[in-house]
T-cell receptor, first 118, second 113 residues
Framework: GAVVSQHPSWVICKSGTSVKIECRSL??????MFWYRQFPKQSLMLMAT?????????EQGVEKDKFLINHASLTLSTLTVTSAHPEDSSFYIC??????????????FGQGTRLTVV | AQKVTQAQTEISVVEKEDVTLDCVYE???????LFWYKQPPSGELVFLIR??????QNEISGRYSWNFQKSTSSFNFTITASQVVDSAVYFC??????????FGTGTSLTVIP
C-alpha cells in the first residue's frame, strides 16, 4: 500500500519560534496533499490543500501567513507554523493522493505530528 | 451541504461482544465515496474501507462488516467478537465530487478485557 511519512512525530517548541513539518509520499507521486488539524477528542479539520508547483488553497479561517505550505515536488509537502503560540498546539496530519490510482479517491495519511508550544 | 454524523461519542464494550458504530451522512452529490478510518492512540489514521455511492453491497472483512444503506444515508460499521486491540477512535468520512473529505466527529471505542 501507499505510504505517507510525516516528520517529526512530535515537537516541542518555544512560543514565537517557527516549526516545519514534512509530509512525504514514499512510494508514489502525489500531486495533491492535504493538511489537517485535530484538537484533542475532536475530528480532523482540513486546513489547506497543497498542489505541487502552485499555491496552496486554504480553508476559511486558516491564516495563510501563519501556516505556510510548500509543495515543491511530487513527493514532499511542508507545513511551517510561523511564530507559534500555545494555541497552535495540536495534532497535525497530512494526507496524499496517489496520482496513478484510478479512481483517485483514496487518501493515505501520515502518522501525524503532535506540536506543543510552550 | 456535506455532513457526516457519528452520534456515538464514546462506546465501551466487554471483550468478545459485538459492537456497531453508526454513521449517517448528508450530501446532494449523486457520486460520492464513504470511508471508515481507525485512529489508535498513536495517532495515525488507518484506512479500513472505501465504498462508492453506487455499490450498496454489504462487505465483510474478517471481524469487520459494513452496512451501507442509501435509503437511510447510513454506513454503519460492526465489529464482531471485539478485542482489546480494537480500542481506538473510529472516523467515518465522505468524499464528495469536489474531492474533499468530510469527517465525522469520531467514535471512541473502548474494549474492556
Amino acid at each position: 500500500g501507499a505510504v505517507v511519512s510525516q516528520h517529526p512525530s512530535w515537537v516541542i517548541c518555544k512560543s514565537g519560534t517557527s516549526v516545519k513539518i514534512e509530509c512525504r509520499s514514499l512510494d508514489f507521486q502525489a500531486t495533491t496533499m492535504f493538511w489537517y488539524r485535530q484538537f484533542p477528542k475532536q475530528s480532523l479539520m482540513l486546513m489547506a490543500t497543497s498542489n505541487e508547483g502552485s499555491k496552496a488553497t486554504y480553508e476559511q479561517g486558516v491564516e495563510k501567513d501563519k501556516f505556510l505550505i510548500n509543495h515543491a515536488s511530487l513527493t514532499l509537502s511542508t507545513l511551517t507554523v510561523t511564530s507559534a503560540h500555545p494555541e497552535d498546539s495540536s495534532f497535525y496530519i497530512c494526507s496524499a493522493r496517489d496520482r496513478a490510482r484510478s479512481p483517485n479517491t483514496e487518501a493515505f495519511f501520515g502518522q501525524g505530528t503532535r506540536l506543543t508550544v510552550v | 451541504a456535506q455532513k457526516v454524523t457519528q452520534a456515538q461519542t464514546e462506546i465501551s464494550v466487554v471483550e468478545k461482544e459485538d459492537v456497531t458504530l453508526d454513521c449517517v451522512y448528508e450530501t446532494r452529490d449523486t457520486t460520492y465515496y464513504l470511508f471508515w478510518y481507525k485512529q489508535p492512540p498513536s495517532g495515525e489514521l488507518v484506512f479500513l474501507i472505501r465504498r462508492n455511492s453506487f455499490d450498496e453491497q454489504n462487505e465483510i472483512s474478517g471481524r469487520y462488516s459494513w452496512n451501507f444503506q442509501k435509503s437511510t444515508s447510513s454506513f454503519n460499521f460492526t465489529i464482531t467478537a471485539s478485542q482489546v486491540v480494537d480500542s481506538a477512535v473510529y472516523f467515518c468520512a465522505l468524499l464528495n465530487t469536489g474531492n474533499q473529505f468530510y469527517f465525522g466527529t469520531g467514535t471512541s471505542l473502548t474494549v474492556i478485557p
